[in-house]
């Protein structure tokens, strides 16, 4: 077919031998199937701004790093070389986020080439070698749907586990190749971490897979998978390999007074734990310390004994380290006791300055 100018420096470089049809043309590129060194692959054309219909970019931006800090602040600025980088960014990042999930063993093309703002990468292929069908038009049994629902929340997470949400995933940008699903279109992607849309976007994907899965699978209606995916990757808990179920209660914070109790409960235990050791070993328990959070008298002359700021817990230390020379070593019971009572103390500190 005759090349399409977009492609041209693509041919005069080299990087494409011969453009043999278009593919598709979907809402925000063009695509063509091309032959380079004998193999057949896809060359992603990006449509100009204005003919395309993506809706609030803005959002799916925020977070991406700007190599160049003068290019940023253009960026920002919106003059026409700030919108051209804009472009040209948009552009890039699919390229970027395929070499990033292709790192982190996600299920994506592999990019060849970015030229001219031309991405051109491997074409996925079904069982007869031909372009993959979308998931959107394959009609499927409840069981390979099953399969597909596992095998798409596992890619999903392994994305997330690099720090990418996809932004658009849906049952047209997923491909059923012979060996399973793969999944395309990434200019949107967004950064798990840095953007404060995440989690909407995150959710937003997986029911956008789940809900076309529940046609064959009605049990999956109300399960709440992106939830329960975004809760255990905050907890750094997140593994792919590892089947969600769906099930996800928020856990609700415990109120300041739970948060009391608990604390009292801690210390009555701790109190009673370092009576027994005194009890065990022999020696007077340490009269029990004042709480920090009590008010105290001002300055008297001399602190009582059971005032512990962290300068007297230093001079304690201090002391129990120097061994006065010709004096006869204090029983080792009594030393000990002392260590572990120290290590109580360091305890109730901990527990005190949690809020
Ligand atoms: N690597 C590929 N292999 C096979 N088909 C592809 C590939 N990339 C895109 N396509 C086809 O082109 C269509 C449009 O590509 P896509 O990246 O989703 O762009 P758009 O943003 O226009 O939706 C896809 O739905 C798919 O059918
Ligand atoms: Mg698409």
């Known amino acids: 077919m005759r090349v399409p100018t977009e492609l041209e420096p693509l041919v005069d470089q080299g990087v494409v031998d011969e453009v043999v049809r278009p593919l598709m043309s979907g809402k925000e590129a063009q695509v063509f199937v091309v032959r ?8 992603k054309l990006y449509k100009a701004s204005e003919n395309r219909s993506f809706k609030h970019r803005s959002q799916y931006v925020e977070g991406r790093k700007v190599r160049n800090s003068r290019d940023q602040r253009a960026m920002e600025r919106k003059s026409r070389y700030g919108k051209e980088q804009v472009e040209q960014a948009w552009r890039s990042a699919e390229v970027d986020t395929l070499y ?37 038009d394959v009609n499927l049994h409840p069981t390979e749907a099953q399969d597909l629902l596992r095998q798409l929340l596992s890619e999903i997470a392994r994305m997330l586990c690099a720090g990418v949400i996809h932004g658009d995933l849906s049952d047209f940008n997923i491909l059923l190749a012979a060996d399973g699903p793969v999944i395309i279109d990434f200019p949107q992607a967004v950064d798990a971490s840095g953007n404060p849309h995440a989690k909407r976007l995150l959710i937003r994907d997986v029911d956008n897979v789940v809900g076309f899965l529940s046609r064959w699978l009605p049990h999956l209606r109300g399960k709440a998978y992106g939830q329960q995916m975004w809760d255990l990757w905050t907890r750094n808990a997140l593994d792919p390999e590892a089947e969600l179920d769906g099930r996800f209660r928020p856990q609700r914070a415990p109120d300041r007074k739970e948060k009391s109790r608990s604390l009292m409960e801690e210390l009555d235990a701790l109190t009673q734990k370092s009576k027994d050791r005194a009890e065990r070993l022999g020696v007077a328990a340490r009269p029990a310390r004042a709480p920090k959070f009590v008010v105290e008298e001002p300055a008297a002359p001399s602190p009582p004994p059971a005032e512990a700021s962290s300068g007297d817990k230093k001079k304690r230390k201090r002391r129990r380290k120097k061994k006065p020379t010709g004096e006869v070593e204090t029983a080792p019971v009594v030393e000990a006791a002392a260590e572990d009572d120290d290590a109580v103390f360091d305890d109730l500190d901990a527990l005190l300055s949690t809020d």
């Open 36 to 43: 380079s060194r004998g193999e057949t692959l896809i060359a």
């Open 100 to 136: 990033r999930l292709r790192a982190a063993g996600v299920r994506v093309p592999e990019p060849r080439d970015f030229v001219d703002g031309v991405l051109v990468m491997e074409m996925v292929v079904d069982e007869h070698g031909r372009p993959a069908p979308r998931l959107a």
